[in-house]
């Protein structure tokens, strides 16, 4: 079993900062990657970045140069550092750990979000 437990977020200013942190306590097996993800009202979950725990990362290309994602894959904690904050950035954000079981299924795991508001 994975449990994920975000913190972070909140409310800031256009143009502004802010970061969130997620620590994953694992029983069993090992995380291959972790990431987040954003869900605004009436829209879909989307990915917002995602990192393997070799530190290799992806971004969606709306959050690009904006956004740092990074993990310590020590502590099974995974990072996602905010900056140049718009309003469309505005949703819950949500962190997502990866596991691969024996036969190589993947297996997602998700923490229980934390609202982060841009306002204008």
């Known amino acids: 079993q994975v449990q994920l437990v975000e913190s972070g977020g909140g409310l800031v200013q256009a143009g502004g900062s802010l970061s969130l942190s997620c620590a994953a306590s694992?029983?069993?097996?090992?995380?291959?990657?972790m990431g987040w993800y954003r869900q605004a009202p009436g829209k879909q979950r989307e990915l917002v970045a995602t990192?393997?725990?070799?530190?290799?990362?992806n971004y969606a290309g709306s959050v690009k140069g904006r956004f740092t994602i990074s993990v310590d894959s020590s502590k099974n904690t995974v990072y996602l550092q905010m900056s140049s904050l718009k309003p469309d950035d505005t949703a819950v954000y949500y962190c997502?750990?990866?596991?691969?079981?024996?036969?190589?299924?993947?297996?997602?795991?998700w923490g229980q979000g934390t609202q982060v508001t841009v306002s204008s």
């Open positions: 694992v029983s069993g097996f090992s995380i291959n990657a």
């Open positions: 997502n750990a990866v596991t691969l079981d024996f036969w190589r299924r993947r297996h997602d795991y």
């Open positions: 990192i393997t725990t070799g530190g290799d990362p």
